[in-house]
């Protein structure tokens, strides 16, 4: 080993950088050997670091969701320009190009997926409202509604070694988004390549000061110091997770905690799926690409492989063809197809894993005691042939259900039936993800339902989306991503869901007027204000909550019923046939198409001349509630209930209220209208 004296990495708090008091820990190039940094957090004051972010995440605060969604996006171009400075420096952490391209490119997009969403899904507000309106009293006088708020806390991180980078970024997007704060704790042997990113974060001064802190190194008394307003994500080891998770502060204070931990994840193939068909081919494929991808140091990797026991030997088969033709060797040598694992130490826990499965398995490709490299050298770098073990009796067999060797390693079972595979599946004990590969709908359809309790995720794999599927381990940032009992028991990324986890939710109960005044909603039974102009002549800037029209009415005739069945082509009985009609008993008698009844309501309530009024986009929650008969008079109350400017835009979208009643006041239908409306007009 050489003896050059590394850098000493930095933690980021309290708007500085700082480093350690003590010797700290050295990390090493996964494939070399040679010192790569020093990582130490001795000394530093995390009570103080806490307090900090704290009290800074007013800033976060006081930006609404899509301030912060283009703070995201900026972010992420921000880091784009300076991505290959990270991928040079990854190919320490024993990654590939390709290996790498999941940590950088897949975190680069989450942070672009979050801003995207920000901007789409959610207000321009600091706060969510949340379902529907709930009334409390018969006259409407006492009504109530569920808001989000952000935590006045600190979202703390702690990451694994295997994504330095997406670990980081996946986490920071929902958070941020929120309007908390983060502190980040990456895993010391690869923390080198997170601190590099956060340096170029904290260059780009996108963030509000102390939105984000970093440290590199142990969490000393970190926990000692959290709150009931702070939150906790960890992903590493379950056993590290539950000696966090049990932490006392945690549990008395009640702080919010998530877990990714140690999954052992399955792939399933079909009992249609025989060898020669698509689904087999596919099969074979992704269990060789999620063994060997990351050196299989991946938490969604395919750890049991399930086959139908009439194909174990051609399955054997093709993965032995396959697996041999991997490359292993230094990753920064093109040639290398699996480079190394994270550390040395790494190669002998897997090594030992293995020995541990190999007692109720054998092995049938490769030897975890020698190393066949392309370049590289088998005693710096921390190198391992992928390995496939071979259980021919899973159902009696423990280890291959409850050890998990975290690298390039999988072992084959055979299953008797469907069923029998479903259960070998679940003897997991609660994991990310399973896989199906099939072309059959039952098996598909019996094998989702039969997971789905066990897994967090689980894809189908066939013909039809083999060119377009994420694949097996890959964590999207609209899914949900986590999975029950051993997996942790956590959820992480799933969009918008994950926003609200760093959010309080509050059930607000009050007189409408005020629960109106608090959510910035109109709430039926809230002041109006129906004076001119037109709702429709007015811009952004001059639009109010609850500005109201109320039209004049409009009888619908029979004559009206049936022009509107010629013109559409739409002749179902109960609009022409009066005795089938009658017979009905939702109707008794012909009644106006409901879609007739809105196009009515648009007639009297539109403003026609060029307006504020951009576009009409849509239409939510239509509810038809009152049959319409001929005869009938329409008069239609619309109100404006919602209003979101768009940041960048020149427009922004008015959500309205609409109700059409009949001549007695009944309700016949109830549905909002959404409009684009210009910011300013004239």
Same mark, same amino acid.
């Not at 068909?277 to 099969?283: A, C, G, I, R, S």
């Given at each position: 080993m050489s003896?050059?004296?590394?850098?000493?990495?930095?933690? &980021?708090?309290?708007?500085?950088?700082?480093? #350690?008091? #003590?010797?700290?820990?050295?990390?090493?190039?996964?494939?070399t050997g040679e010192p790569v940094a020093r990582v130490d957090s001795t000394g530093l004051d995390f009570a103080e670091a806490l307090a900090y972010g704290r009290a800074a995440g007013a800033a976060l605060r006081a930006l609404d969701f899509h301030q912060r969604a283009q703070m995201?996006?900026?972010? /992420?171009?921000?880091?784009?320009? @300076?991505?290959?400075?990270?991928?040079?420096?990854?190919?320490?952490?024993?990654a590939t190009r390709a290996d790498s391209a999941i940590d950088i490119e897949g975190g680069l997009g989450v942070l672009l997926s979050y801003a995207s969403r920000g901007r789409r899904e959610l207000p321009a507000e600091r706060f969510l409202v949340e379902g529907e309106v709930e009334s409390l009293a018969r006259d409407g006088s006492f009504v109530?509604? &569920?808001?989000?708020?952000?935590?006045?806390?600190?979202?703390? &991180?702690?990451?694994?070694?295997?994504?330095?980078?997406?670990?980081?970024?996946?986490?920071?997007?929902?958070?941020?988004?929120?309007?908390?704060?983060?502190?980040?704790?990456?895993?010391?042997?690869? @923390?080198?390549?997170?601190?590099?990113?956060?340096?170029?974060?904290?260059?780009?001064?996108?963030?509000?000061? #102390?939105?984000?802190?970093l440290i590199c190194g142990g969490v000393g008394d970190l926990f000692d110091h959290l709150t009931g307003q702070d939150v906790v994500t960890f992903t590493g080891s379950a056993a590290t997770g539950m000696r966090l998770r049990a932490h006392p502060r945690i549990v008395q204070n009640s702080v919010r905690f998530t877990?990714? /931990?140690?999954?052992?994840?399955?792939?399933?193939?079909?009992?249609?799926?025989?060898?020669?068909?698509?689904?087999?081919?596919?099969?074979?494929?992704?269990?060789?690409?999620?063994?060997?991808?990351?050196?299989?140091?991946?938490?969604?990797?395919?750890?049991?492989?399930l086959v139908p026991r009439a194909h174990v030997e051609a399955t054997i088969e093709a993965l032995r063809k396959r697996l041999d033709a991997v490359a292993v060797g230094n990753p920064r040598a093109e040639t290398t197809r699996m480079g190394a694992l994270a550390s040395l130490a790494q190669r002998e826990e897997v090594r030992a894993r293995i020995k541990e499965i190999a007692r109720e398995a054998e092995i049938v490709f490769g030897d975890?005691?020698?190393?066949?490299?392309?370049?590289?050298?088998?005693?710096?770098?921390?190198?391992?042939?992928?390995?496939?073990?071979?259980?021919?009796?899973p159902v009696s067999a423990r280890a291959p259900h409850e050890v998990e060797a975290f690298g390039p390693v999988a072992t084959l079972m055979p299953y008797d039936d469907l069923d029998e595979g479903v259960a070998l599946a679940n003897r997991g004990g609660g994991s990310l993800v399973a896989s199906v590969f099939t072309n059959d709908e039952s098996v598909a359809r019996a094998a989702v339902l039969g997971l789905g309790h066990s897994h967090g995720r689980v894809l189908i794999g066939n013909r039809a989306s083999a060119k377009s599927s994420t694949g097996h381990g890959s964590p999207m940032p609209g899914l949900v991503h986590g999975g029950p009992g051993r997996a942790g028991g956590g959820e992480e990324l799933g969009g918008v869901r994950n926003v609200k986890h760093f959010m309080q939710r509050t059930a607000v109960q009050g007189a409408p007027r005020l629960l109106s005044a608090v959510t910035g909603r109109w709430v039926d039974g809230a002041a109006v204000d129906c004076g001119p102009p037109h709702p429709f002549r007015k811009s952004l800037a001059q639009l109010k909550i609850g500005d109201q029209i109320v039209t004049a009415k409009r009888v619908v005739t029979l004559d009206d019923i049936e022009h509107f069945a010629e013109f559409t082509g739409d002749n179902f009985y109960a609009h022409m046939d009066e005795a089938a009609a009658r017979a009905n008993p939702l109707f008794g008698g012909r009644v106006a198409h409901g879609y007739l009844v809105v196009a009515? @309501? @648009?007639?009297?309530?539109?403003?026609?001349? !060029?307006?504020?009024?951009?576009?009409?986009?849509?239409?939510?929650?239509?509810?038809?509630?009152? !049959?319409?008969?001929?005869?009938?008079?329409?008069?239609?109350a619309l109100t404006a209930k919602e209003i979101n400017p768009r940041g960048s835009a020149e427009h922004g979208e008015v959500r309205w209220d609409c109700k059409v009643t009949n001549q007695t006041g009944a309700v016949v239908a109830r549905y909002d209208v959404l409009t684009m409306v210009a910011k300013t007009w004239g």
């Open positions: 003896d050059n004296q590394p850098p000493r990495l930095q933690s &980021h708090l309290c708007g500085a950088w700082r480093e #350690g008091a #003590g010797e700290g820990a050295l990390a090493r190039d996964a494939a995201l996006k900026a972010l /992420a171009q921000a880091l784009t320009e @300076a991505k290959e400075a990270f991928y040079d420096l990854s190919f320490a952490t024993g109530a509604q &569920h808001i989000l708020t952000p935590l006045r806390g600190v979202a703390v &991180h702690v990451d694994a070694f295997n994504f330095p980078v997406w670990g980081m970024l996946e986490k920071i997007a929902p958070c941020l988004l929120a309007g908390m704060p983060a502190l980040v704790k990456p895993a010391s042997q690869t @923390a080198y390549l997170t601190e590099a990113v956060f340096r170029r974060i904290v260059q780009s001064n996108i963030l509000p000061e #102390g939105a984000l802190q877990m990714e /931990a140690d999954s052992l994840n399955a792939c399933l193939l079909g009992p249609d799926a025989l060898p020669g068909t698509e689904e087999f081919d596919l099969f074979v494929k992704e269990v060789a690409r999620e063994m060997t991808a990351k050196a299989g140091q991946k938490c969604t990797a395919i750890r049991r492989a975890p005691t020698r190393v066949e490299l392309t370049s590289g050298d088998s005693e710096r770098g921390a190198f391992l042939n992928p390995v496939l073990l071979y259980c021919d009796k009515f @309501a @648009a007639g009297l309530f539109v403003d026609p001349a !060029p307006g504020p009024v951009l576009a009409n986009y849509g239409v939510d929650n239509l509810r038809f509630l009152t !049959p319409v008969k001929p005869g009938d008079e329409l008069q239609a």
